[in-house]
């Protein structure tokens, strides 16, 4: 089966220009999570869907991250604006709906490097 | 709420030596799974092992094998005569069945760096 697809790979800008990242799960999957990996630390979850609807967005930065899963399948991430801070390396992941004895799969990333 | 702990944050050994990854948690759930990914320079996740909490027989996959004792809440991981492509960031994580949407939680990564 295909795995989780991100876009881009790649991506720079300067502060206080917005970004988005695409996230496109493995079909099927009900749940899917966006984490934040700074360089050196590990991922750190910022926010989950469950289908369409969020689960938990308790640690996104709200007054400039925002994320959206329209027709619960793909799912984009924005930041706007973006600080230095931002830099990092951006996880999505999915898994199957129901219990927790079912694998997450993660996507390839997105580094984003802001200058 | 969950926490996981990997105190050693780089180790560096030379080719055919053995490795040993330590990886404390912390939960309140009495159910609970743990894992361990590798992250080689490439980036990506990549999925070795998944424990629930009533499992405590402990394995061994070909060079790889696993301690999971919750007497001291710890799944340490072993890599055997290692070999330069098991050069990668190593995290363990823990996912809670109560949490919400049970989300992963991770460690801050053991960066292993195997030497020819």
């Known amino acids: 089966e295909a795995g989780v697809a991100q876009s881009p790979r790649y991506k720079i800008i300067e502060k206080r220009q917005s970004v988005a990242f695409w996230c496109n799960p493995i079909?099927?999957?009900?749940?899917l999570y966006w984490y934040q990996q700074i360089l050196g630390q590990g991922p750190k979850l910022l926010i989950q869907?469950?289908?369409?609807?969020?689960?938990?967005d308790s640690q996104l930065p709200k007054d400039r991250f925002s994320a959206e899963r329209l027709k619960g399948v793909d799912s984009t991430l924005k930041i706007q604006p973006a600080k230095l801070e931002d830099s990092a390396v951006y996880l999505c992941?999915?898994?199957?709906?129901?219990?927790?004895?079912?694998?997450?799969?993660f996507g390839s990333g997105t580094r984003l490097t802001v200058v | 709420a969950q926490k996981v702990t990997q105190a050693q944050t780089e180790i560096s050994v030379v080719e055919k030596e053995d490795v040993t990854l330590d990886c404390v948690y912390e939960?309140?759930?009495?159910?609970?799974?743990l894992f361990w990914y590798k992250q080689p320079p490439s980036g990506e996740l990549v999925f070795l092992i998944r424990?629930?909490?009533?499992?405590?027989q402990n394995e061994i996959s070909g060079r790889y094998s696993w301690n999971f004792q919750k007497s001291t809440s710890s799944f340490n991981f072993t890599i055997t005569a290692s070999q330069v492509v098991d050069s990668a960031v190593y995290f363990c994580?823990?996912?809670?069945?109560?949490?919400?949407?049970?989300?992963?939680?991770f460690g801050g990564g053991t960066r292993v760096l195997v030497k020819p």
């Open positions: 994580a823990l996912s809670e069945a109560r949490a919400a949407g049970n989300k992963l939680t």
């Open positions: 869907f469950q289908n369409n609807g969020v689960v938990d």
């Open positions: 992941a999915s898994r199957p709906s129901g219990g927790y004895d079912y694998g997450y799969t």
């Open positions: 939960t309140r759930d009495t159910t609970y799974y």
């Open positions: 079909s099927g999957h009900a749940t």
């Open positions: 424990r629930n909490s009533f499992d405590e």
